[in-house]
């Protein structure tokens, strides 16, 4: 029987497993929104929702509680300063997951895990300049 057996252990041991999930939270916080495999995004979404939670509590302990588990100092502070009071009058449902697709390599469904009320701004392209065609004699 497989009781209380959810969440998924994504293949890895447990310190590596949450090392992953913890770059991945870092990084969901830091830029929004990230893309990832399915499996990946749906393990790493209750725990950025958690860490959200304690953001809004902004308390010593849940700064600690936040900073002992975020990569960089720098996450920290933007969560207690900027994601969180977004979020001040929600009561859950932080991030979303869309589904993007099979990756080409090895065909692993992909998903985008983003903060809610995330605006995506696409990166204006440079124009790259046309190669010349060579001029051939005619003869």
């Given at each position: ?15 590596h497993r ?10 969901l ?25 304690w ?7 849940s ?10 100092p720098?996450?920290t ?8 009071p977004?979020y ?15 990756r ?8 985008i ?10 990166k ?16």
């Open positions: 029987m497989r009781h209380l057996k959810s969440g998924s252990k994504l293949g890895k041991n447990p310190w949450r090392a992953v999930l913890r770059n991945l939270v870092t990084n916080f830091e830029h929004g929104r990230i893309t990832t495999t399915l499996t990946r995004a749906k393990a790493a979404r209750p725990v950025a929702e958690k860490i959200i939670t953001g809004k509590r902004d308390t010593l302990q700064r600690r509680q936040a900073a002992s588990y975020l990569m960089t720098q996450m502070a933007k969560l207690f300063s900027e994601i969180a977004k001040a009058d929600r009561a859950g449902g932080y991030t979303r997951i869309i589904h993007a697709g099979n080409v390599g090895d065909n692993a469904k992909v998903a895990l983003e903060l809610v009320g995330y605006e995506y701004k696409a204006e392209k440079k124009e790259k300049p046309k190669k010349e065609e060579p001029v051939e004699a005619a003869s």
